[in-house]
């Protein structure tokens, strides 16, 4: 088998498709939450803490001299970083849970019993026929 062949019949399964649709997804899910997070959440919490931009907060641990920039911490984006992070864990704590809510109803459906073949319909008459 060419290397092209295997290729081709490993992309063309289902479950890579569906990991590559929900790679996307998921990408632009990130840019969503960051955008949310930057632009919406964590200006009015900066302003509710004194006026902070978060994206600002850091910590010089070597001051800039001549051309070498100054060596800080930037520990604002961090906390912007680990918010971004929170709310996607949570979203997808959500669609995972609903899920499994789902799977669960339809491992308690119970299965109805399978209408039996026309032997056995033929056989019960037969044994039913017997005992009169």
Request: glycine share 8%; charged share 20%; hydrophobic share 50%.
């Amino acid at each position: 088998m060419s290397m092209m062949s295997e290729f081709k019949s490993f992309a063309m399964r289902g479950n890579v498709m569906d990991m590559a649709v929900g790679i996307v997804i998921g990408g632009a899910f990130g840019k969503i939450v960051s955008s949310f997070v930057n632009d919406v959440l964590m200006p009015p919490i900066g302003m509710l803490m004194g006026g902070v931009d978060f994206k600002d907060l850091s910590v010089v641990l070597k001051e800039a001299s001549g051309d070498v920039a100054a060596v800080t911490l930037n520990y604002g984006s961090f906390i912007q970083t680990v918010v971004d992070f929170l709310i996607i864990a949570f979203a997808i704590f959500m669609v995972v849970k609903a899920m499994n809510n789902l799977k669960k109803k339809e491992e308690e459906a119970p299965a109805a019993p399978p209408k039996p073949s026309n032997e056995e319909v033929l056989l019960a008459e037969i044994r039913d026929a017997l005992k009169k």
